[in-house]
């Protein structure tokens, strides 16, 4: 394995795993792996997950019901190990934020997280995001949309599987409110060129920059971007609003 695949792979958690099929309509972005879990993380994730986690079921929720208040919901897709949701959920407790992961290890570090910091306006989706926000959530219901550093599929033979593509960026708009946005962000350049090139086609959504977006000071730099940086790696953010 090269040296650009081990960071990715501590970055994205899974990235390079490939697995054929399609699921639920639509090709899958991730493969399920259940992975090492620490002590802490499953006793986190036997103990606060049931509290803080929405199970998946085909039908809208109401997200003011849900966090018991009206506040701006953000959604963030893809969150793994959690210290940027965390990071994100504590400056700005006026907001509420839906976090949506697969990865049982990068849930049960987020509810670490939750407890030690005394959150209480984050939930958690453990599903495939593609159908929470399909079957789950209202259109029109979202003020942001967060999606940091997706598994790349970096392969051209598996690009196919990235997550950032027409149909799906289609869904995520309907689900915005007007003047709501959506931020990605990529450590992976030809990436970061196909999300600038499909975010930019979407009729329903306007860019905030002339092309790439200077990282807003909300999104924290994580321990391993920080560590590409150092190798000289590139990282893109992606900033666009609902028109």
Not at 20 to 34: C, N, P, Q, T, W
Not at 167 to 180: D, S
């Amino acid at each position: 394995m090269s040296r650009d695949d081990l960071l990715s792979e501590d970055l994205h958690g899974e990235a390079g795993v490939y697995a054929e099929g399609r699921a639920g309509g639509h090709i899958k972005s991730f493969v399920r792996r259940m992975g090492r879990m620490s002590v802490a993380q499953e006793r986190f994730y036997a103990d606060t997950f049931p509290r803080y986690s929405l199970p998946y079921a085909a039908g809208e929720i109401d997200l003011d019901a849900v966090f018991g208040r009206s506040a701006p919901h953000i959604l963030e897709i893809g969150f793994g190990m959690g210290e940027t949701t965390a990071h994100i959920a504590a400056a700005h407790p006026h907001n509420d934020y839906l976090g949506v992961e697969v990865h049982t290890p990068g849930v049960g570090a987020l509810c670490k997280q939750i407890v030690e910091r005394g959150l209480a306006n984050i939930r958690i989706v453990q599903h495939d995001a593609v159908e929470v926000v399909r079957d789950m959530l209202p259109e029109n219901s979202l003020d942001g949309i967060h999606i940091f550093f997706p598994d790349p599929w970096h392969k051209k033979r598996h690009n196919k599987r990235r997550l950032i593509q027409t149909p799906f960026v289609a869904l995520l708009t309907a689900h915005l409110k007007p003047g709501g946005y959506i931020h990605c962000a990529t450590d992976w350049e030809d990436y970061a060129v196909q999300m600038l090139e499909v975010l930019s086609a979407e009729p329903g959504l306007a860019n905030t920059a002339d092309g790439y977006a200077p990282r807003p000071d909300y999104r924290p730099l994580t321990k391993f971007e920080n560590r590409g940086l150092k190798l000289g790696h590139g990282v893109w953010d992606l900033v666009f609003r609902k028109r």
